[in-house]
């Protein structure tokens, strides 16, 4: 079965700096690979994906994540970040392409 | 679209009494998805549907908890009888169809709260 590591449960940054967080998946083809953030009290929405092609991926509110398949990371990306960004942010694979296993997260925290 | 509506919001109980939690998902979309999110389990899926037939419910944790799709438009998560131990946040998600290329939609889920 496919898993999703994300190695740090917390991470504290300080407004405008930048940030990168980590996702490891473990899967044997290419994967399908997404990035949700889930901000306090409110489901999950979908900041980016990735499924073939440009290894480095655009996503929404100015997150990038780069697909490594060598390291098998996917880790998300971000020059600058906002108070606003303080949220829970799941790295996810697509297994047997119905079903996405979610990673157990990362939350973030954000100093003025 | 509004979005996937789930209802109740909040709920609190008693141990033992039965718990309907409903999903109204996004118009058009072909999977449903029933999740449980708590502290120390995380994200976990319980069961999905596509076009409303249950294709793999083998996260419902035990015999107490049920789920159907009567149509495409409606969906709910039942348990009974309810526990401490089931006390967590609810999320229901839609997506239209092929998974794999497609995100899923999150309601804004039900805490649910067993005494």
């Known amino acids: 079965a496919q898993s999703v590591t994300q190695p740090d449960i917390h991470i504290t940054v300080s407004e405008g700096a930048s940030l990168e967080l980590r996702c490891n998946y473990s899967?044997?083809?290419?994967?399908?690979l997404f990035w949700y953030v889930q901000s306090p009290g409110q489901g999950l929405q979908l900041l980016l994906k990735?499924?073939?092609?440009?290894?480095l991926v655009q996503g929404i509110k100015g997150f990038e994540a780069e697909f490594k398949r060598s390291q098998s990371s996917f880790n998300l990306r971000k020059p600058s970040v906002h108070w606003s960004d303080a949220a829970e942010y799941f790295c996810?694979?697509?297994?047997?392409?119905?079903?996405?296993?979610f990673g157990p997260g990362t939350s973030l925290s954000v100093i003025p | 679209d509004a979005g996937v509506i789930q209802s109740p919001r909040h709920e609190v109980t008693e141990m033992g009494q039965e718990v309907t939690l409903r999903c109204k998902p996004i118009s058009g979309h072909d999977y449903l998805f029933w999740y449980r999110q708590t502290m120390m389990r995380g994200l976990e899926l319980l069961i999905y549907?596509?076009?409303?037939?249950?294709?793999?419910d083998s996260g419902m944790p035990e015999d107490r908890f049920s789920a159907k799709m009567p149509n495409a438009s409606f969906s709910t998560l039942k348990i009974q009888p309810s526990e401490p131990r089931d006390s967590a946040v609810y999320f229901c998600?839609?997506?239209?169809?092929?998974?794999?290329?497609?995100?899923?939609?999150f309601g804004p889920g039900t805490r649910l709260t067993v005494l």
């Open positions: 990735y499924f073939s092609g440009d290894t």
């Open positions: 549907f596509n076009n409303n037939v249950p294709i793999d």
């Open positions: 996810a694979v697509v297994e047997h392409y119905d079903k996405v296993i």
């Open positions: 899967y044997g083809a290419t994967p399908y």
């Open positions: 998600a839609s997506s239209p169809e092929g998974l794999a290329l497609n995100e899923q939609f």
